[in-house]
Protein backbone atom coordinates (compact mmCIF):
# COMPACT_ATOMS: atom_id res chain seq x y z
CA UNK A 1 0.00 0.00 0.00
CA UNK A 2 1.52 3.46 -1.17
CA UNK A 3 1.37 6.51 0.83
CA UNK A 4 -1.69 8.18 -0.96
CA UNK A 5 -3.34 4.55 -0.24
CA UNK A 6 -2.66 5.13 3.46
CA UNK A 7 -3.38 8.47 3.75
CA UNK A 8 -6.96 8.48 1.28
CA UNK A 9 -7.96 5.77 4.25
CA UNK A 10 -7.13 7.77 7.52
CA UNK A 11 -9.42 10.23 5.56
CA UNK A 12 -12.29 8.33 5.27
CA UNK A 13 -11.88 6.48 8.65
CA UNK A 14 -11.85 10.57 9.95
CA UNK A 15 -14.66 10.83 8.25
CA UNK A 16 -16.69 8.22 9.57
CA UNK A 17 -15.61 8.49 12.99
CA UNK A 18 -16.16 12.11 13.17
CA UNK A 19 -19.85 11.63 11.26
CA UNK A 20 -20.16 8.83 13.42
CA UNK A 21 -19.77 11.12 16.87
CA UNK A 22 -22.05 13.60 15.37
CA UNK A 23 -24.78 11.22 14.92
CA UNK A 24 -24.34 10.23 18.10
CA UNK A 25 -24.88 13.62 20.00
CA UNK A 26 -27.36 15.00 17.90
CA UNK A 27 -29.79 11.81 18.40
CA UNK A 28 -30.48 12.35 22.45
CA UNK A 29 -31.19 16.02 21.76
CA UNK A 30 -33.62 15.35 19.20
CA UNK A 31 -35.62 12.22 21.02
CA UNK A 32 -35.63 15.15 24.39
CA UNK A 33 -38.48 17.07 22.51
CA UNK A 34 -42.08 15.03 22.30
CA UNK A 35 -44.68 14.72 19.20
CA UNK A 36 -47.21 16.76 20.25
CA UNK A 37 -49.81 14.34 21.15
CA UNK A 38 -52.15 16.33 22.94
CA UNK A 39 -53.35 19.87 24.21
CA UNK A 40 -54.07 22.65 26.82
CA UNK A 41 -55.53 25.90 26.83
CA UNK A 42 -53.21 28.92 27.71
CA UNK A 43 -54.55 32.50 27.79
CA UNK A 44 -57.29 31.65 25.39
CA UNK A 45 -55.00 29.53 23.11
CA UNK A 46 -55.65 25.87 22.35
CA UNK A 47 -51.62 25.14 22.65
CA UNK A 48 -50.75 21.42 21.62
CA UNK A 49 -48.59 19.68 23.96
CA UNK A 50 -46.96 16.81 24.70
CA UNK A 51 -48.31 13.97 26.87
CA UNK A 52 -46.87 15.87 29.79
CA UNK A 53 -48.04 19.15 28.96
CA UNK A 54 -44.86 20.56 27.71
CA UNK A 55 -45.46 22.69 24.48
CA UNK A 56 -41.72 22.26 23.22
CA UNK A 57 -43.27 19.29 21.17
CA UNK A 58 -43.70 18.91 17.55
CA UNK A 59 -45.63 17.38 14.57
CA UNK A 60 -44.89 16.34 10.93
CA UNK A 61 -46.81 14.01 8.74
CA UNK A 62 -47.57 11.15 10.10
CA UNK A 63 -48.41 12.18 13.53
CA UNK A 64 -52.16 11.52 14.98
CA UNK A 65 -54.04 12.93 17.75
CA UNK A 66 -55.65 15.85 19.51
CA UNK A 67 -52.73 18.13 19.24
CA UNK A 68 -53.01 17.89 15.48
CA UNK A 69 -56.35 18.39 15.38
CA UNK A 70 -55.71 21.63 17.23
CA UNK A 71 -53.28 22.38 14.74
CA UNK A 72 -55.50 21.75 11.96
CA UNK A 73 -58.16 23.70 13.59
CA UNK A 74 -55.99 27.16 14.00
CA UNK A 75 -54.41 26.39 10.08
CA UNK A 76 -58.88 26.39 9.54
CA UNK A 77 -59.76 28.99 11.52
CA UNK A 78 -56.94 31.50 11.23
CA UNK A 79 -56.02 31.08 7.79
CA UNK A 80 -58.36 29.03 5.89
CA UNK A 81 -59.17 32.40 3.73
CA UNK A 82 -55.80 33.11 2.72
CA UNK A 83 -55.38 30.10 1.89
CA UNK A 84 -58.18 29.95 -0.60
CA UNK A 85 -57.30 32.85 -1.78
CA UNK A 86 -53.67 31.67 -2.49
CA UNK A 87 -55.40 28.85 -4.37
CA UNK A 88 -54.97 26.17 -1.76
CA UNK A 89 -58.34 25.84 -0.11
CA UNK A 90 -57.93 24.07 3.16
CA UNK A 91 -61.44 22.39 3.69
CA UNK A 92 -60.22 19.84 6.09
CA UNK A 93 -62.20 17.86 8.09
CA UNK A 94 -60.07 18.41 11.98
CA UNK A 95 -59.37 14.57 12.58
CA UNK A 96 -56.39 14.72 13.90
CA UNK A 97 -54.32 12.77 10.93
CA UNK A 98 -51.17 15.08 9.66
CA UNK A 99 -51.16 13.72 6.34
CA UNK A 100 -50.29 15.25 3.30
CA UNK A 101 -53.39 17.91 2.98
CA UNK A 102 -52.33 19.47 6.67
CA UNK A 103 -48.63 19.00 5.35
CA UNK A 104 -48.89 21.23 2.43
CA UNK A 105 -51.13 24.05 4.04
CA UNK A 106 -48.60 24.31 7.21
CA UNK A 107 -45.97 24.73 4.55
CA UNK A 108 -48.23 27.41 2.61
CA UNK A 109 -48.58 29.04 6.07
CA UNK A 110 -44.96 28.98 7.27
CA UNK A 111 -43.91 30.78 3.97
CA UNK A 112 -46.00 33.29 4.29
CA UNK A 113 -45.13 34.23 7.71
CA UNK A 114 -41.58 33.66 6.44
CA UNK A 115 -40.17 30.89 8.66
CA UNK A 116 -38.79 27.84 7.26
CA UNK A 117 -41.53 25.87 4.95
CA UNK A 118 -40.05 22.47 5.99
CA UNK A 119 -43.73 21.32 6.98
CA UNK A 120 -42.97 20.71 10.58
CA UNK A 121 -44.55 22.02 13.40
CA UNK A 122 -42.29 23.25 16.30
CA UNK A 123 -41.54 25.70 18.56
CA UNK A 124 -40.86 29.00 15.61
CA UNK A 125 -43.64 27.91 13.95
CA UNK A 126 -46.03 27.57 17.24
CA UNK A 127 -44.66 30.86 18.11
CA UNK A 128 -45.68 32.29 15.14
CA UNK A 129 -49.77 30.75 14.07
CA UNK A 130 -50.37 30.64 17.81
CA UNK A 131 -48.81 33.45 19.83
CA UNK A 132 -49.32 35.76 16.68
CA UNK A 133 -48.67 39.54 17.05
CA UNK A 134 -51.24 42.20 16.74
CA UNK A 135 -51.38 41.86 12.77
CA UNK A 136 -52.19 38.50 12.21
CA UNK A 137 -54.96 36.82 11.07
CA UNK A 138 -56.04 35.00 14.03
CA UNK A 139 -55.75 36.10 17.36
CA UNK A 140 -58.98 34.83 19.57
CA UNK A 141 -57.78 31.48 19.33
Known amino acids: MNIRQRLAGMAVAAVVGVAGGLVAL ?6 AIAACTTYRVQSNHYVPT ?5 RNCWMQRGHKGDGVRMLQITLHDCYGEWLDAVGFPYDINADGDFGPITERALKEVQHHEGIGDD ?3 GKVTAATILFPGKNAPCSYI
Open 26 to 31: AEPAAA
Open 119 to 121: GIY
Open 50 to 54: SSTGN
